[in-house]
């Protein structure tokens, strides 16, 4: 099962940021992430044996209950090169990156063998494009973007359905399969 703990954002975020990116021009060079699967990765897991998840979860749970809740938004925009688009964050990200280091140890004490260590950014995908796609005019017209902020209060494990190949257009399919209250702040 491919996993990765994420905090997502409440259907009211989600709104402001889909009234934001489809003020935007259309761009055919960019393939644009479904809103439904908007969220903040905070550990990428990949591939995880199915006798490993009840550990997980125990050490997940356990992450969660050791954070406190913080505040968010929606903040801005950036991009990983010219191949990703994405709206930043703005808020607590002292805890969120706090909260972000805690799932990916929670997932090596569980046995999960996880990537080199980066340090957080944290970022919500919108667009893919290939190498030499023109983000600009989409990162000038997103930066000024300031979401409302929220109460994040919850660690999710999301399983990730990637898609059939060989079908235009199809992307992933995000499913919560587990989701721990952060500590009362």
Do not use: C, K
Not at 20 to 26: F, K, M, N, S
């Amino acid at each position: 099962m491919r996993l990765f703990a994420a905090v997502m954002p409440p259907a009211t975020a989600v709104a402001e940021l889909r009234r934001a990116v489809r003020a935007l021009a259309p761009d055919p060079s960019l393939r644009w992430t479904a809103e439904a699967s908007w969220h903040f990765t905070l550990a990428f897991m990949g591939e995880v044996r199915e006798e490993l998840i009840p550990e997980l979860h125990t050490r997940l749970a356990r992450a969660a209950a050791r954070t406190e809740a913080f505040p968010l938004r929606i903040h801005g925009s950036g991009h990983f090169g010219d191949t990703a688009l994405w709206a930043g964050a703005a808020g607590d990200l002292d805890r969120m990156r706090l909260l972000a280091e805690r799932a990916d140890a929670a997932a090596r004490r569980a046995g999960i063998p996880m990537e080199q260590h980066r340090r957080y950014t944290p970022h919500l995908t919108l667009a893919r494009g290939s190498h030499g796609a023109h983000l600009r005019p989409h990162l000038d017209a997103l930066a000024p973007f300031e979401g409302t902020p929220w109460q994040v209060d919850t660690l999710s494990l999301v399983r990730s359905n990637l898609p059939a190949h060989g079908i235009p257009g199809e992307q992933p399919r995000y499913e919560v399969v587990g989701a721990w209250p952060l500590a009362a702040a």
